[in-house]
């Protein structure tokens, strides 16, 4: 059996007690990075008088789960053994999606448990009523792709939830404060730790209210859904259905996904032979 077993994303005391349990249990333990999780050991044994004693530690992250799991002796697993990502629940924006499909692919069985998850506790925390949300984790870091996802973002009906490092935690605010700036937005940093802070304003004002104040420590950010949708959205397949011409086509396409204008007429007369 394979436990991947969630973390705590701040607090020591949000780990489950049948964590504790199975990381007493166990001798091989899969993990993220060795080092910080050699150091969340040695806090648990010390914070709960426990003996936890790891025997095998294996480094497995995104990088090198394939090489890792598939040059693995599968006999590893008639024993139980367990996976922790760095913080939080793994498979949410941390590895071990591909070692579940491995579980999956050679009959292993496997276990997800319930656990800290920093997606949920920030839209819980943000109080926007919705009884759906989407979950973007960490955006591309620049370039189109990017401002793609800005702009999903901004047209999105629905709440969102984003992640964000310290470094890049004042690009986004300057994004969406030019991109949404009438709209609510949460943040809340350094959750469930000892200096957590949360902040709920509009876009615009965001920068104001974090003035003076460190950056250090990951952030969580839920944007409150357009009011401007009426429920409906316009999709790719909208606009390239319009009886307009390519060059109108490609236009919307660009505002719409922040693809350049270029890209969607090359591939609008690709696919459509149109010539002009």
């Known amino acids: 059996m394979v436990y991947f077993i969630p973390t705590p994303i701040g607090n020591l005391e949000d780990i489950s007690q049948r964590s504790l ?61 367990a996976y922790l990502s760095d913080a939080g629940m793994p498979c949410i924006s941390d590895p071990g999606s591909y070692f579940i499909k491995f579980c999956q692919k050679n009959c292993i069985d496997y276990e997800v448990l319930s656990g800290a998850n920093a997606a949920l506790l920030a839209f819980a925390s943000s109080g926007f009523e919705s009884s759906k949300f989407l979950f973007y984790g960490f955006l591309p870091h620049k370039g189109r792709d990017r401002q793609s996802a800005l702009n999903e973002i901004a047209n999105s009906k629905y709440p969102i939830i984003i992640y964000e490092s310290p470094h ?68 790719k397949d909208d606009i390239i259905s319009l009886e307009i011409a390519p060059k109108q086509k490609a236009k919307l396409l660009s505002k719409l996904t922040g693809k350049s204008i270029k890209y969607w007429y090359d591939h609008l007369c690709i696919n459509n032979s149109y010539i002009e």
Request: include cysteine; charge should be negative.
């Open 21 to 81: 349990n199975l990381l007493c249990e166990i001798d091989t333990l899969f993990c993220e990075d060795t080092r910080i999780t050699k150091k969340l050991i040695n806090l648990l044994n010390q914070k709960y008088n426990l003996n936890i004693e790891i025997s095998k530690y294996i480094s497995l992250h995104s990088h090198n789960e394939k090489s890792v799991l598939n040059s693995i002796d599968l006999t590893l697993f008639d024993r139980d053994v």
């Open 168 to 235: 890049r935690i004042e690009k986004l605010i300057d994004e969406l404060e030019k991109l949404i700036p009438q709209r609510e937005v949460f943040f809340i940093k350094e959750a469930t730790k000892k200096y957590e802070k949360k902040f709920k304003c509009l876009a615009s004002e965001i920068r104001s209210q974090i003035e003076g104040l460190s950056l250090k420590g990951e952030w969580s950010v839920v944007v409150e859904g357009s009011l401007d949708c009426s429920g409906e959205e316009i999709s």
